[in-house]
Each structure stands twice: as C-alpha cells, then as structure tokens.
C-alpha cells in the first residue's frame, strides 16, 4: 500500500527545540476482507456540484446533488470494475463543507 508522509515543524532546524510528527496516510481507498470504502469530497464550483476522490484519481460533476451521486456511483463501478467482479463489496462515503451563519433571533415573544 503506498503512503504519503506529512510533516509538521515546530521552530526550526537551527533552534535549539525541534519537533518532528509524522503521519502515514493511505493514497489507496481503504480495504479491508472483501469489502472497500472510496471517499470522495463534494462541493460547489458555482455552477456544478462536483466530486473528487480521495486516494483515487476519481473526478465527476453533476447539475444537482442527485445527479452528482448517481455519475460517483457510476464512475465508482467503472473503475473498480475488476474488484467488483472478483466479489469485493464497495461503500462510498462522501464529505462536504458548508458555511453556517447567525441564526435570526426574534424579538418580543
């Protein structure tokens, strides 16, 4: 399974404290027994709603949410078609942001 190594520094290499954490984190969509969960992030680019894998070079839009899920779904099979065929069952797990802003209070009640 390949990794990626992510670093984060505190100070640096000429001071006197220096601290190194290193995380491995899996490139490939996680496996486990006969079973695999793709991920993919979702989100707006104003005009479409669009997914992109994460730890696989997966990429789709769609016009509405709905739409978006159905073409994650479809590309999801065509390029796990082999996996598929060998038994393995595929879960999709998809992650968006969105931005929450104050809530309206009423007043008087």
Known sequence: MSHVSRRRQSGSCQQKHYSCVMTLVPLTPYVKGMRMLVKFEIYSDGTFWCSRGI????????????????????????????????????????ISECEVGPVARATGC
């Not at 709905?66 to 595929?90: P, Q, T």
Request: net charge negative; no cysteine.
């Open 55 to 94: 730890g696989v070079d997966i990429f789709t839009q769609g016009k509405t949410l709905d739409e978006l899920m159905g073409n994650i779904r479809e590309a999801v099979e065509l390029h796990f078609e082999e996996e598929l065929a060998k038994g393995v069952s595929i879960r999709i797990l998809t």
